[in-house]
């Protein structure tokens, strides 16, 4: 990635120290290639920029680019289309790939303006991880919003910088920017479904976490949510991969498993906490999922 640096103001005091740039050394990218722990995923570049104006180029290079804007407005140059990209906007493009980002700052009383993180990163993950993330995205261009996990990470990911290069804090690093990439994903696929429903997936988990004691109907939870049985189910299955009862029953169990561990009360006790009249089919059912029964689960001390 090549950066342009275009100013016509002078330089910000606070600009200056807040910028930074780290290329990853030769030495260490040819280590990063076959390290077993590293060779999936890893930062070619990276850096973030808070000036008044720049520009980031980038053409027909072997890696994956992310850009991820905190506080920025500018202009995504890409298969010649012009976009607006503003703050809270994510930017991945594909290797192979040539694009031009253009940022222009219009709050200089904001101490964030024109930020923005950038990364460069390769590897076999690398391309699981974009496609994930191209999937949701319109053309590499996504607004995902000033999301202060990910700005953490992406802080910690840039302080390798200050703690050198060592294969420790390489490997810390590279684990860090896969966190990075899986939370984006997470953050889009939960953008996408919000911007296109009005279904509260925390309010029904809230709903089902108050009624673990007793049963909870789909027909009582699609009513809850004003929505059909088969668009509720549909729709609680594409954000958890599971079907609505499904879910409110690995809530039981996962009360079940605390129950036995913090109290002293029955298997039976905890099968009619968790409105189970009949502790035998409880018993079963908790085997099926943990793969031990509640006696085995308590007897082991969870080890």
């Given at each position: 990635?090549?950066?342009?640096?275009?100013?016509?103001?002078p330089?910000?005091?606070?600009?200056?120290?807040?910028?930074?740039?780290?290329?990853?050394?030769?030495?260490?990218?040819?280590?990063?290639?076959?390290?077993?722990l590293?060779?999936?995923?890893?930062?070619?570049?990276?850096?973030?920029y808070?000036g008044?104006?720049?520009?980031?180029?980038?053409?027909n290079?072997?890696?994956?680019?992310?850009?991820?804007?905190q506080a920025?407005?500018?202009?995504?140059d890409?298969?010649?289309k012009?976009?607006?990209?503003?703050?809270?906007?994510?930017v991945?493009?594909?290797?192979?790939?040539?694009?031009?980002?253009t940022?222009?700052?219009?709050?200089?009383?904001?101490?964030?303006?024109?930020?923005?993180?950038?990364?460069?990163?390769k590897?076999?993950?690398?391309?699981?991880?974009?496609?994930?993330?191209?999937?949701?995205m319109?053309?590499?261009?996504?607004?995902?919003?000033?999301?202060?996990?990910?700005?953490?990470?992406f802080?910690?990911?840039?302080?390798?910088?200050?703690?050198?290069?060592?294969?420790?804090?390489?490997?810390?690093?590279?684990?860090v920017?896969?966190?990075?990439?899986s939370?984006?994903?997470?953050?889009?696929?939960?953008?996408?479904?919000?911007?296109?429903?009005?279904?509260?997936?925390?309010a029904?988990?809230?709903?089902?976490?108050?009624?673990?004691?007793?049963?909870?109907?789909?027909?009582?939870?699609?009513?809850?949510?004003?929505?059909?049985?088969?668009?509720?189910?549909?729709?609680?299955?594409?954000?958890?991969d599971?079907?609505?009862?499904?879910?409110?029953?690995?809530m039981?169990?996962?009360?079940?498993?605390?129950?036995?561990?913090?109290?002293?009360?029955?298997?039976?006790?905890?099968a009619?906490?968790?409105?189970?009249?009949?502790?035998?089919?409880?018993?079963?059912?908790?085997?099926?999922?943990?793969?031990?029964?509640?006696?085995?689960?308590?007897?082991s001390?969870?080890k």
């Amino acid at each position: 990635m090549k950066q342009k640096i275009k100013t016509t103001k002078p330089a910000n005091l606070n600009a200056v120290i807040d910028d930074i740039r780290l290329l990853i050394p030769v030495f260490l990218l040819n280590k990063l290639k076959l390290h077993p722990l590293t060779s999936s995923l890893y930062p070619i570049s990276l850096g973030k920029y808070s000036g008044d104006y720049y520009q980031i180029k980038q053409k027909n290079t072997e890696h994956y680019c992310l850009l991820y804007c905190q506080a920025t407005k500018g202009i995504l140059d890409y298969r010649n289309k012009t976009r607006e990209v503003i703050s809270g906007d994510l930017v991945i493009m594909p290797a192979n790939a040539s694009f031009e980002f253009t940022a222009t700052p219009n709050d200089h009383n904001n101490k964030n303006a024109g930020k923005v993180y950038w990364l460069n990163f390769k590897g076999d993950l690398a391309n699981n991880f974009s496609e994930r993330l191209l999937m949701k995205m319109d053309d590499g261009l996504a607004h995902v919003g000033n999301v202060d996990e990910v700005i953490q990470d992406f802080d910690n990911l840039l302080a390798l910088g200050s703690r050198g290069y060592t294969a420790t804090n390489v490997i810390h690093a590279v684990h860090v920017l896969q966190q990075a990439l899986s939370f984006l994903a997470l953050q889009l696929r939960l953008t996408d479904f919000n911007s296109s429903s009005k279904f509260d997936i925390d309010a029904v988990e809230r709903l089902m976490r108050n009624n673990l004691h007793q049963e909870l109907s789909l027909d009582t939870l699609a009513h809850y949510s004003q929505l059909s049985k088969f668009h509720f189910s549909k729709k609680f299955k594409e954000l958890t991969d599971t079907s609505p009862i499904q879910h409110f029953i690995n809530m039981k169990i996962q009360r079940a498993c605390l129950q036995l561990d913090n109290s002293n009360e029955t298997i039976k006790q905890i099968a009619e906490n968790l409105g189970y009249g009949d502790p035998y089919y409880f018993s079963r059912l908790f085997k099926k999922m943990i793969g031990m029964s509640p006696k085995q689960y308590r007897d082991s001390g969870h080890k």
